[in-house]
């Protein structure tokens, strides 16, 4: 079952300790403009896997965060929103990890969903084709002493 969230309003999240961002939430329209983000284009023809991931989670990211606590410059004042600060702050391993998995990929579990083989009308292997060949005799019996 789907559960429809009608909010469009921000909510905050909590990534690690004294870390919040306020997060827009994970619209298509978001996705859509990230995936237009300049950045993007930018990327060489033969960009790896995960250049494109990091790419794509910082143009996320640029899009989503409004607000955020726990960020500070050197001297520990804190700091505004930027988007060199939110590419620095992506840049922390456990910072970007905890964004992937806490709000990109609460995103992307219907996504994931659609990748799954859907059951068949008359049983999960009905519209299954075979496609090992027939056993030529029945295996022996072992003998049993």
Same mark, same amino acid.
């Given at each position: 079952? @789907? ?13 690690? #300790? ?8 994970? &619209? &298509? %329209? ?6 237009? +983000?300049?950045?993007?284009? *930018?990327?060489? =023809?033969? $960009?790896?896997? !995960?250049?494109?991931?990091? %790419?794509?989670?910082?143009?996320? %990211? ?6 955020? !606590?726990?960020?500070?410059? =050197?001297?520990?004042?804190? &700091? *505004? ?5 939110? !590419?620095?702050?992506?840049? @922390?391993? #456990?910072?970007? =990890? ?12 219907? +996504? $994931? =969903?659609?990748?799954? /083989? $859907? #059951? /068949? ?9 075979? @496609? %090992? ?6 295996? #022996? ?5």
């Amino acid at each position: 079952m @789907i559960r429809l969230n009608l909010s469009n309003q921000p909510e905050w999240l909590d990534l690690a #300790p004294g870390l919040r961002l306020k997060l827009a939430p994970l &619209t &298509t %329209a978001l996705m859509v403009a990230a995936r237009a +983000d300049p950045d993007l284009a *930018a990327l060489p =023809e033969g $960009a790896t896997q !995960e250049e494109l991931a990091l %790419a794509m989670a910082k143009a996320v %990211a640029r899009l989503a965060i409004l607000d955020w !606590e726990g960020v500070g410059d =050197e001297a520990g004042a804190p &700091t *505004a929103v930027t988007p060199e600060g939110i !590419e620095a702050l992506l840049d @922390i391993w #456990p910072v970007f =990890e905890a964004f992937q998995t806490r709000y990109v990929a609460r995103g992307l579990m219907l +996504d $994931a =969903e659609k990748n799954a /083989s $859907a #059951p /068949s009308p008359t049983g999960p292997s009905a519209g299954a084709k075979a @496609i %090992a060949r027939p056993a030529k005799a029945p295996a #022996p019996i072992v003998p049993q002493d």
